[in-house]
């Protein structure tokens, strides 16, 4: 049962570009949470979505950024217009969604914005 | 709003020594908390939980205690190891009914080194 799963690992973008971070959850889960991650910071919570619902946005920067999660497919974290500030490790984590679950985590995706 | 309050690192010790990891919280009413381990290249995993005051979550020799009359969940093993080189993430989930039991505030985390 393969675990939570993002690529890329490393995303290199140039200031104004967009940035496309990929997350397929655990098999079973219908539950996805963004999460980033400063240099010498703890993970900042961004959002919260179940298939095709966003349930919780307040981590979100107000713009540029978006996140989705479709019927079919990968999540999707979209930042768009890339600034250095942006550069992070992101973290997708997955759950079954109930209140005991187990809360799974990927192996992040580190973007770093020249 | 709720936080984590985590001891600054990093933290050095050598093999079978004491490791305590302290962790203070500021939360709205009964949180759970969570120790979450970071090894180099991976993401975060459980280590343990708790979910109300007084509960112990215990796992391959870490230990940490719900102390809501000191607000804190410090980490503790009697006997590291150098596999236990990591980063570590104290967290708290506030309740929520489970509607948002997959959002956490973390601290800052703590890196320790373990030397044989």
């Known amino acids: 049962n393969a675990g939570v799963m993002q690529n890329p690992r490393h995303l290199v973008r140039r200031r104004g570009q967009e940035a496309r971070l990929r997350c397929s959850p655990m098999?079973?889960?219908?539950?996805v949470y963004w999460y980033r991650q400063l240099p010498e910071e703890g993970l900042k919570f961004m959002v919260y979505?179940?298939?095709?619902?966003?349930?919780?946005e307040s981590g979100m920067p107000k713009e540029r950024f978006s996140a989705e999660f479709p019927k079919e497919g990968p999540s999707i974290l979209r930042i768009q217009q890339v600034v250095r500030g942006d550069s992070a490790a992101y973290f997708c984590?997955?759950?079954?969604?109930?209140?005991?679950?187990?809360?799974?985590f990927g192996s992040g995706t580190q973007l770093s914005v020249l | 709003g709720d936080s984590v309050t985590q001891m600054e690192g990093p933290v050095t010790l050598s093999e079978e020594a004491f490791l305590t990891i302290n962790c203070t919280y500021t939360?709205?009413?009964?949180?759970?908390l969570f120790w979450y381990v970071q090894y180099p290249g991976e993401g975060l995993q459980l280590l343990l939980k708790?979910?109300?005051?007084?509960d112990k979550g215990s796992n391959k020799g870490f230990e940490a205690t719900y102390r809501k009359e000191t607000t804190s969940f410090h980490l503790e093993k009697g006997s590291v190891q150098v596999s236990d080189s990591a980063v570590y993430f104290c967290?708290?989930?506030?309740?929520?009914?489970?509607?948002?039991?997959?959002?956490?505030?973390f601290g800052q985390g703590t890196i320790l080194t373990v030397h044989p």
């Open positions: 984590a997955s759950s079954k969604g109930t209140e005991d679950e187990k809360l799974f």
């Open positions: 098999k079973g889960h219908s539950h």
């Open positions: 979505l179940q298939k095709e619902n966003i349930i919780d």
């Open positions: 939360a709205t009413g009964y949180p759970s």
């Open positions: 708790a979910t109300k005051a007084d």
């Open positions: 967290a708290l989930s506030a309740d929520a009914g489970g509607t948002s039991y997959g959002k956490l505030t």
